[in-house]
């Protein structure tokens, strides 16, 4: 079974987006900002990252690029999901994200990718 970590600051997103992947066989987390998420993972090691990218108090490029430092999340699968395609390039090359879906997502965008990985073993 997959730990998977959602970090949105926005609730109804976060529930929303827990609402589509409770339909796999995987324990879902949640955090609201940064420092709640980097609580998380140093208590559950977490197999797939679902990131905002703007987040209130701190950036999702930013949690990202400080848990890559991390042994265990180096290579970690991490999905930016956002409005701001402008941090696309970013994503790519600094965090070296598996992912970036741009919102409104859909559901079967989201369910396939996760399905996708969590397939990998």
Avoid at 11 to 33: F, H, T
Avoid at 56 to 78: C, M, P, Q, V
Avoid at 80 to 97: D, G, M, N, P, S
Wanted: charged residues 30%.
């Amino acid at each position: 079974m997959k730990n998977i970590l959602i970090i949105e600051d926005d609730e109804r997103q976060r529930i929303n987006l827990k609402k589509i992947i409770s339909e796999n066989d995987v324990v879902i987390y949640e955090a609201q900002d940064k420092d709640e998420a980097l609580d998380i993972c140093n208590k559950v090691c977490i197999d797939i990252f679902l990131v905002d990218i703007v987040l209130k108090s701190s950036s999702g490029l930013d949690f990202a690029l400080e848990i890559r430092k991390i042994n265990k999340y180096e290579l970690s699968w991490i999905i930016f999901i956002t409005t701001h395609r402008e941090y696309l390039t970013e994503a790519f090359k600094q965090v070296h994200c598996y992912d970036y879906i741009i919102k409104p997502y859909d559901k079967e965008e989201i369910l396939s990718t996760i399905r996708k990985l969590i397939s990998h073993g």
